[in-house]
């Protein structure tokens, strides 16, 4: 559906209609218009006629952790990926695609090797999130977290992904705190000064996974616009307008960006004690090897001995190729 047609729609209604249908979809969580107790018969059945909310997926459930994959089929028929994460301590995690495939065609990535199709609109940001919302909900649990980790680059399609978390965010909406919500971005330069601008406190995300351009280019090739200096003078005029936390996800390749140089040589670029980095295990997408828990646990203390904050990601559904760099939807 349309979110700002649906808005409009209301206009020529009842002033507390729209609060009516918005408290269906997102704090009741239902699946059709004929769910909802509040609104005339009439008018759920002009709803379910122009603005349906049924959601067409398949799901993929991980036997090694608690991870659900949606396969999400969309009103064109492109199929797109979202992954739930339910953490043990009862949260809940939904990673979010942005875009149908990808413009960035990073090595590492298997997204990137789909190639970039469309941008994926407000609405369809949003039911990413609702569908998973109302299965939380037959458990009585809720969405903690969203991550824009899934497919695609959120700063290339800066309207609709801001737009989505408005929607996400507002307390006549889905109403989930912006500290809660992190956009991670490939370094694209004016997503980064945009979001400085935003009131909404959301957190930023940097994919590193190189300490030197020579070899951030080669795995990622929009390195050679946005290089790292233009990327991390973004990141500091950021931090210095937000004093807000930034993380910078290092994805750990064998023999690639895993050595004891590379470590050191990234510990001088975390200049700032509000930064701090993620270190992901690489889950493979064909041409890498992971790094050894070894080297990463060597990696992770130089780090630490240099002063920098070091997180580290459990890695989740692999086995259900819903992991990092492993979604690719299909057409
Ligand atoms: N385009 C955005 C968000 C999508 S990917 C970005 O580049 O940040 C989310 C994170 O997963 C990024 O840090 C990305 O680099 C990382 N990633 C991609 N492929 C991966 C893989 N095979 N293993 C682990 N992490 C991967």
């Known amino acids: 559906m349309d979110f700002i047609q649906f808005k409009k729609f209301f206009e020529t209604e009842p002033k507390y209609r729209l609060g009516q249908a918005q408290t269906g979809l997102f704090r009741e969580l ?4 004929q769910e909802t107790k509040s609104l005339p018969a009439v008018l759920k059945e002009e709803l379910n006629k122009k603005f349906p909310i049924g959601i067409l997926a398949e799901t993929f459930e991980s036997k090694d952790d608690n991870t659900l994959k949606a396969l999400i089929t969309l009103e064109d028929g492109l199929k ?31 997204t990137g090797k789909m190639g970039f199709k469309r941008n994926l609109t407000v609405w369809e940001i949003v039911e990413q999130v609702l569908f998973f919302a109302r299965h939380l909900k ?14 695609g680059e959120p700063f290339l399609n800066y309207e609709n992904v801001m737009g989505a978390i408005r929607v996400l965010n507002d307390k006549d909406g889905f109403n989930l705190g912006a500290r809660h919500i992190s956009i991670s971005t490939a370094g694209i330069i004016e997503g980064i000064e945009k979001l400085a601008e935003e009131k909404l406190q959301v957190n930023l995300a ?19 616009n946005y290089s790292l200096e233009k990327v991390l003078k973004a990141v500091n005029d950021y931090v210095q307008k937000t ?19 590379q470590a050191e040589a990234l510990a001088k670029l975390m200049k700032n004690y509000l930064y701090f980095i993620n270190l992901i295990s690489y889950n493979p997408t064909g041409i890498f090897k992971p ?7 060597i990696f992770k203390e130089i780090l630490e001995k240099r002063g920098v904050a070091v997180t580290q990601r459990h890695r989740f559904g692999q086995d259900i190729e819903g992991a990092c760099g492993q979604l690719a939807g299909k057409e």
């Open 291 to 297: 790094s050894s828990s070894e080297q990463i646990k």
């Open 30 to 33: 239902i699946g059709d218009w």
């Open 206 to 224: 940097i994919s590193l996974h190189a300490p030197d351009n020579e070899l951030r280019s080669k795995l990622m090739p929009i390195n050679k």
């Open 80 to 110: 797109i990926e979202t992954v739930l994460m339910r953490h043990s301590d009862k949260r809940n995690t939904i990673c979010v695609s942005s875009q149908f495939g990808c413009a960035m065609n990073c090595a590492f990535c298997a």
């Open 138 to 151: 037959k458990f009585e649990e809720r969405v903690s977290g969203i991550v824009f980790m899934g497919m």
């Open 243 to 261: 004093k807000r936390k930034v993380m910078f996800e290092y994805v750990m390749i064998r023999d690639v960006n895993d050595s004891e140089e």
